[in-house]
């Protein structure tokens, strides 16, 4: 059965989206059988992030009403080797607890064929989202290190912990330790804020940012990049393995709440 991932945020523009696919690449790109199912209804961007807009026929209302199977509404990845595939999500479709629970049931049934489910989430989860999100191993709270949306984040958090949502885990962005000295925060001080535990830092960088607006995922560019690597450490951690966070300029080994 595969381990489901479901990855959100207290706040816009943090970067969730574009951390969904990359982290589902890097997973793929050890071996791993891996989904990922874009989950913001109503939006639909992470066709666009993995630049097979023009490839996306059918997506995960068309399976969810009988119009096709689940394998082909699924996109395979072509740089993925063979590893990754893609579920979109729905414009026509709005959250509620019947499409919560229809969704639910087939990210079950698909469970078996996969080693990772990566779902990209809606930023704040809707309430009628929150029972499929308890089918979620972990949820990743993505955000960027700043007061705005670190505020924003614990609000999230504490929200989610009242519908029993705890198995939860941080992802930070655009994360420069040469920023701290201008008084923005640290890891370290974010993790024991919030009191959770950080899962991977993304360096700040303009070269990433740029590539996902044209549909390149970071490790299909250039697997050596800072960035590239940043997701692989994060895709080890995942599978298990003690592996650092990694930010040259401090010492990052385990950033983890107290």
């Known amino acids: 059965m595969a381990k489901i991932y479901l990855i959100t945020s207290g706040k816009g523009g943090t970067g969730k989206s574009a951390m969904a696919v990359n982290i589902a690449a890097a997973l793929a790109d050890d071996d791993k059988k891996v989904l990922v199912v874009d989950l913001d209804l109503g939006y639909r961007n992470l066709d666009l992030m993995f630049g097979i807009e023009d490839r996306v026929v059918r997506q995960i209302s068309d399976v969810m009403e009988g119009r096709c199977s689940f394998s082909d509404a699924c996109n395979l990845i072509a740089d993925s080797k063979g590893f990754l595939y893609f579920l979109s999500a729905s414009q026509n479709l709005t959250w509620s607890v019947n499409c919560a629970q229809k969704i639910k049931e087939l990210l079950l049934s698909a469970s078996a064929s996969f080693d990772y489910i990566i779902l990209d989430g809606p930023t704040r989860i809707p309430d009628e989202m929150c029972e499929l999100a308890q089918i979620a191993d972990k949820i990743l709270l993505v955000m960027t290190p700043d ?77 050596l990049y800072d960035t590239s690597q940043a997701f692989l450490r994060i895709a080890k951690r995942i599978e298990g393995n003690q592996v650092a966070l990694g930010i040259a300029e401090e010492d990052l080994s385990d950033y983890n709440a107290t």
Do not use: H
Request: glycine content about 10%; some cysteine; charged content about 25%.
């Open 147 to 223: 007061y705005c949306c670190l505020r924003n984040t614990d609000k999230e958090k504490s929200r989610l912990i009242r519908f029993g949502l705890r198995n939860l885990e941080l992802v930070m962005n655009r994360y420069d330790p040469g920023l701290v000295a201008y008084g923005f925060l640290s890891a370290e001080e974010i993790a024991g804020l919030l009191s959770l535990n950080i899962l991977g830092l993304i360096p700040e960088d303009l070269t990433f940012r740029e590539q996902m607006g044209i549909g390149n995922p970071i490790l299909y560019v250039n697997r």
